[in-house]
Nanobody, 131 residues
Framework: QVQLLESGGGLVQAGGSLRLSCAASGRSASGLAMGWFRQPPGKEREFVAVISRSGDSTQYADSVKGRFTISRDNFNNMAYLQMNSLKPEDTGVYYC????????????????????????WGQGTQVTVSS
């Protein structure tokens, strides 16, 4: 079993930045693809970004491309989401998710945006962007 714990959320003005962290515990995260999803107020949870187990492959939702960067630190079992140029529409609860994958798996293609593909989820951290 793997437990995921998000941190780093908060209130920020539009144009500002936040860095979310996801700590994985229970087993080594090096075998996991790590993703971020978010749920805006009153809306369905949506895909944000995903990173491969080695960190050499990433995918982003169109709405965050060029503003958000996903990264990971396998030594410390961490994943991160650097969010720059934040907009009010980025407001929501951000969730870390993880899925066991074979070595060399790249995170391309639409399946990575499907929530049911992920094995583990964190409890979420609130991000609020004020205008």
């Amino acid at each position: 079993q793997v437990q995921l714990l998000e941190s780093g959320g908060g209130l920020v003005q539009a144009g500002g930045s936040l860095r979310l962290s996801c700590a994985a515990s229970g087993r080594s995260a090096s075998g996991l693809a790590m993703g971020w999803f978010r749920q805006p107020p009153g809306k369905e949870r949506e895909f944000v970004a995903v990173i491969s187990r080695s960190g050499d492959s990433t995918q982003y939702a169109d709405s965050v491309k060029g503003r958000f960067t996903i990264s990971r630190d396998n030594f410390n079992n961490m994943a991160y989401l650097q969010m720059n140029s934040l907009k009010p529409e980025d407001t929501g609860v951000y969730y870390c998710a993880a899925e066991w994958v074979p070595t060399g798996t790249r995170v391309s293609g639409p399946d990575w945006g499907v929530q049911s593909e992920y094995d583990y989820w964190g409890q979420g951290t609130q991000v609020t962007v004020s205008s």
